[in-house]
């Protein structure tokens, strides 16, 4: 039997149907009220719960006082076109996040050298195979006829203290091709610069996030 609602002096039955009805609606709304108002609803909170957040860098902001005069140069004719780097801001500290990409990077057994580190600084050179050159790279349809044998990734890696706690961590890679070219008209050349896909960059950023996430 239904229940009775006093209604104007007058009794109205409310129906078995009608009362499922109303505890349907009344069920979906407090599901999407909890939806709105559970922990990370809210716009621009990343992955790690509030100590983790992806943030937008220049393709000039890595650091660039501590390259040499003919990377900035290098830098700067090509800045409109170079993809901005991967950027990262945590709440931990500088040397926990120098530290843990080192030890990241030496575990992955990278071939790297021409090493220049301090301690929010960190730059070296990878050599890459031809399959990790094309995997790290945009093609480049003016380098369709070279035949590409491998590269070089040049990579820095820079951290910077903000105002509310959080420490900025903004990483970016130069690439270079090793190969021949087809073309017999072209010049030769030692290498070809090559724009980043920022995947490796990426892969970077994603093993920050986890580790320290995996820490709290």
Known sequence: MGTIVLRSGRQERMTGKTAITTFRRTSIGIFFLGLLTAPGAAQGQSAGDGDARLCTASANDTATTKKSKKDRERDQKGSAAAAAPACLELRATTLDVQEYLQSYIRKK??????????????????????????????????????????????????????????????????????????????????????????????SLISALQSYFRSRR
């Open 109 to 202: 057994q990278w071939r790297i050298a021409d090493e220049t580190m301090s301690e929010d600084f960190w730059a070296f050179s990878r050599e890459l195979d031809k399959e990790e050159l094309l995997a790290f790279t945009k093609p480049d349809p003016k380098n369709a006829e070279v035949h590409w044998s491998g590269g070089k990734a040049l990579i820095r890696i820079s951290t910077q203290e903000l105002s509310d706690g959080f420490h900025r961590t903004v990483i970016r890679a130069d690439f270079r091709g090793f190969g021949e070219t087809a073309d017999h008209f072209a010049q030769p050349k030692p290498w070809w610069d090559l724009d980043s896909n920022r995947s490796l960059e990426n």
